[in-house]
T-cell receptor, first 108, second 112 residues
Framework: QQKVQQSPESLTVSEGAMASLNCTFSDGTSDNFRWYRQHSGKGLEVLVSIFSDGEKEEGRFTAHLNRASLHVSLHIREPQPSDSAVYLCAMSIPRIFFGDGTQLVVKP | DMKVTQMPRYLIKRMGENVLLECGQDMSHETMYWYRQDPGLGLQLIYISYDVDSNSEGDIPKGYRVSRKKREHFSLILDSAKTNQTSVYFC???????????FGKGTRLTVV
């Protein structure tokens, strides 16, 4: 069973519209989650780290964690075409498990 | 400057040749990783290193070995490369196993 599952696989939004990405995980003991972004042909960069239930904001990126429902989400406010990338959810228990990613396309 | 550096960035090898991928980090991180990334399969952990000469297999270690003789340097070795090892390989490091992971830019390996 994959420990971290992401949805949707791909998402297209218009510039300025909110983008919402989801991640469900199978291990409720973790309190260590991160969202990473990967532009095409590049390495991964961390966007937001969240360690407790609730909300964590980093600029235009907001993560919501609800461990009871085994769910963490990422919301991107006012997305821009430069935000087009693959977004990966990661859970540490403490070994890190990555989801397979959501391909986000932001249309001008 | 916090950085993970991978060399080379692109590599083409013939089947059966030996391959050496090198990775360095300047953050004195204890933990280093090698992943491969393939379309539809996401990031797959090959090996993890907790410090010098303290290496553990990840999820797909077969066909690979690693070497970590200095904390800042972690090598991935493919003895007799196979075509199914064509992939993008990422090196990464973190202070500990549960802290933020810093990734290199990747090495695109093609085995023909």
């Amino acid at each position: 069973q994959q420990k971290v599952q992401q949805s949707p696989e791909s998402l297209t939004v218009s510039e300025g519209a909110m983008a919402s990405l989801n991640c469900t995980f199978s291990d409720g003991t973790s309190d260590n989650f991160r969202w990473y972004r990967q532009h095409s042909g590049k390495g991964l960069e961390v966007l937001v780290s969240i360690f407790s239930d609730g909300e964590k904001e980093e600029g235009r990126f907001t993560a919501h964690l609800n461990r009871a429902s085994l769910h963490v989400s990422l919301h991107i406010r006012e997305p821009q075409p430069s935000d087009s990338a693959v977004y990966l959810c990661a859970m540490s228990i403490p070994r890190i498990f990555f989801g397979d990613g959501t391909q986000l396309v932001v249309k001008p | 400057d916090m950085k993970v550096t991978q060399m080379p960035r692109y590599l083409i090898k013939r089947m059966g040749e030996n391959v050496l991928l090198e990775c360095g980090q300047d953050m004195s991180h204890e933990t280093m990783y090698w992943y491969r990334q393939d379309p539809g399969l996401g990031l797959q952990l090959i090996y993890i290193s907790y410090d010098v000469d303290s290496n553990s297999e990840g999820d797909i270690p077969k066909g690979y070995r690693v070497s970590r003789k200095k904390r800042e340097h972690f090598s991935l070795i493919l003895d007799s490369a196979k075509t199914n090892q064509t992939s993008v390989y990422f090196c990464a490091s973190s202070f500990r196993g549960d802290t933020e992971v810093f990734f290199g830019k990747g090495t695109r390996l093609t085995v023909v």
